[in-house]
């Protein structure tokens, strides 16, 4: 409508109402704007006064639509380039026309505006003429080679959209979603870092994507700043959101797994790491789980080697039928008993990540088993290949219910100090060192090795009879089983004490033969260059002693043995302390994990020297209890069966 029409007086429009329409139309055309206008270009709603930029590739057409309550032929919608004639088109409440082609480097304007005529017959400038008009929409355009690209980045904590340099208070292991918008083409990956640690950006390929909020001191905040990257080249300004870290459970030290991705430099192909743990937090066995309880998975993923263009795949394939209560954007296939995560384009060198998974178990393999030991696996494959470029499984025990007894019997495998005085109740030990000879007895014990008959005259350690006989005759036994090995110069030094390191190597060469035996990949011992490690806080590195390291020698066993839950972790410098000797309390501690066996809920410790009050009261309890059927609990302790 021309600004002429526009001038006609509120008193003269309301006397044309009066005398020329229906009673109906009397509260609606009072000569104002009764109704909207809404002009939208390539989905985006322009606003009155704005000034657009339209390349040769823009979109051309523009759409309008109005809100009237009556339509028919009095209802005019029109629009005029530069203030000239007005191009009118009556009878519908929408409309579409294109832009010119005005020259490069112009600027053209366009009034948009809809109204109702009365009397079309009348002159364009009479009052009598019209009767009421939308809002009136005016819109510059720049006419450019090229429109600049505008990328914005956002991140939502589930439906809400969190404000730049907002805080929220979030527990860790939870999600946040990355989301993104351009004018030109589309938001096809983010880069986000963790407190301002520039050597370690992290890659989200797609429009959309997930960041998982890494474990930390609960009260503490940190910092995610991110950026989003558009298809035509350009990167989004950064936003940064402050993440205060909150938790319902208390914080330990010992096993709290901190963000890994930085600390496994030395990688240098496609890995993947799975690891296992448990919501409760006082769960004394990781992992041994009851059907129907929550069990949550970590599949760590980096690609330490060169960029990879061609579709990766990372599955997680769990033996048992299953309920999902979180798959992290995993595809779930039930019947195939896998979640799998997809990355069409591949995944750039040095690009690492974390799938957190939620499951239930609800049915063991057959109905008549109690419980089941089941092993499950993470595979990474790229393209169409079958064979996957890495694997890692990990150890899990399922059991019916707590009511159910479990058929195989426990036998102990450690004593106390016999006394030739009966009546004198003998000791453990329990915070004393381990010795090799010591070592090998349990080991003899736990496999079932009958040592007692063992010949030990002529065996291949010069230095034998520096202990007992029936540790002679467990070293002989378990050497000639493979179980142990002596030193270079013929000895085996029975009395030298065991370091924690020697120990955890000899688990988890067992966890490695015994995997191999039940035809299982991925509990393999790997190189450095090979395994994605799992570090403790607070230094996020092994330690030996008070010193930090990462070139340890026992590391590949380490790391084996920190992934699958099985290691001690009673330390009094709150880390792995590998060159500590291990006591005879922590060679309980790691066996039982070993074996599945859950510390003992319920009974007596026969020994003078060990306190209810000892922390590893009830795995003692369990290394040394007679043989005995047993029911498990959700806390991961066992309970005797009495006969």
Do not use: C
């Not at 219910?401 to 329990?430: C, N, Q, V, W």
């Not at 010069?462 to 002596?486: E, F, H, P, R, W």
């Amino acid at each position: 409508m021309s600004n002429v029409r526009r001038k006609i007086s509120l008193g003269l429009v309301m006397l044309l109402v009066v005398m020329a329409i229906s009673v109906a139309f009397a509260d609606d055309y009072n000569g104002k704007e009764i109704f909207n206008l809404t002009a939208t270009l390539g989905g985006k709603t322009l606003k009155n006064g704005e000034t657009v930029e339209i390349s040769p590739d823009s979109s051309r057409t523009i759409n309008i639509t109005t809100n009237p309550k009556y339509v028919d032929n009095t209802l005019v919608i029109g629009y005029a380039w530069d203030g000239g004639e007005w191009n009118d088109a009556t009878g519908s409440a929408t409309r579409s026309f294109t832009i010119p082609n005005f020259a490069t480097g112009t600027q053209h304007h366009v009034d948009m505006e809809a109204y109702i005529e009365h009397n079309k017959d009348l002159p364009e400038g009479s009052a009598d003429r019209y009767v009421g008009n939308s809002n009136f929409v005016t819109v510059y355009f720049n006419f450019v080679d090229k429109v600049a690209t505008n990328v914005e980045v956002n991140v939502k904590d589930g439906n809400t959209t969190l404000a730049h340099k907002s805080t929220v208070e979030k527990e860790p292991g939870t999600t946040l979603t990355a989301t993104g918008s351009t004018n030109v083409g589309t938001i096809d990956k983010f880069q986000y870092i963790w407190d301002g640690n520039k050597n370690d950006v992290k890659t989200i390929n797609g429009s959309t994507g997930t960041i998982t909020i890494p474990n930390g001191e609960a009260g503490k905040t940190k910092t995610l700043e991110i950026t989003a990257h558009s298809t035509d080249g350009v990167w989004s300004p950064s936003k940064t959101y402050y993440i205060k870290l909150k938790s319902t459970k208390p914080i330990d030290d010992e096993l709290i797994i901190e963000d890994w991705m930085k600390e496994n430099k030395d990688i240098e192909a496609l890995a993947v790491s799975l690891r296992n743990d448990s919501d409760e937090y006082e769960k004394s066995n990781k992992n041994m789980y009851a059907l129907k309880e929550e069990v949550v998975y970590y599949v760590d993923y980096k690609n330490g080697g060169k960029d990879i263009n061609n579709e990766v795949k990372l599955v997680l394939e769990l033996p048992l039928d299953f309920d999902v209560v979180d798959a992290f954007g995993g595809t779930v296939d039930k019947e195939k008993k896998t979640i799998t995560w997809t990355w069409p384009d591949g995944l750039e060198k040095g690009q690492s990540g974390t799938k957190v998974v939620k499951i239930k178990y609800v049915a063991l393999s057959k109905s008549s088993k109690k419980s089941e030991t089941i092993y499950p696996v993470a595979k990474i494959y790229v393209s169409n290949s079958k064979t996957p470029k890495d694997t890692s499984a990990v150890i899990n025990l399922i059991f019916k219910d707590e009511d159910t007894e479990i058929a195989d019997e426990h036998y102990p495998y450690m004593i106390g100090d016999l006394m030739e005085d009966k009546s004198i109740t003998p000791t453990f030990r329990p915070d004393e060192s381990i010795s090799r000879a010591e070592g090998a007895l349990v080991l003899a014990r736990i496999f079932g090795i009958n040592y007692t008959g063992t010949q030990v005259a002529g065996n291949e350690f010069s230095d034998l009879k520096d202990t007992y006989l029936s540790a002679q005759q467990a070293i002989v036994a378990s050497s000639k089983m493979g179980l142990i090995s002596g030193f270079p110069d013929g000895t085996y030094r029975p009395n030298d004490k065991m370091t924690k390191a020697q120990f955890m190597r000899i688990i988890a060469s067992y966890v490695e033969v015994r995997a191999e035996e039940d035809d299982v990949k991925g509990l393999e011992i790997k190189e450095d260059d090979m395994a994605i490690k799992v570090y403790k806080n607070p230094t996020n590195v092994y330690m030996t002693g008070s010193t930090s390291t990462t070139n340890h020698w026992a590391i590949p066993y380490v790391t084996l043995l920190v992934r699958i839950n099985m290691t001690p972790v009673t330390s009094s410098h709150k880390d792995l302390g590998l060159d500590e000797e291990i006591t005879r309390a922590e060679v309980a501690q790691l066996v039982n994990f070993f074996l599945f066996r859950a510390p003992a809920e319920e009974g007596k410790v026969q020994f003078s020297d060990v306190s209810k009050n000892h922390k590893l009261y009830r795995d003692i309890l369990e290394a040394t209890m007679p043989a005995h059927s047993y029911t498990l609990t959700h806390e991961g302790t066992e309970v005797r069966v009495d006969d």
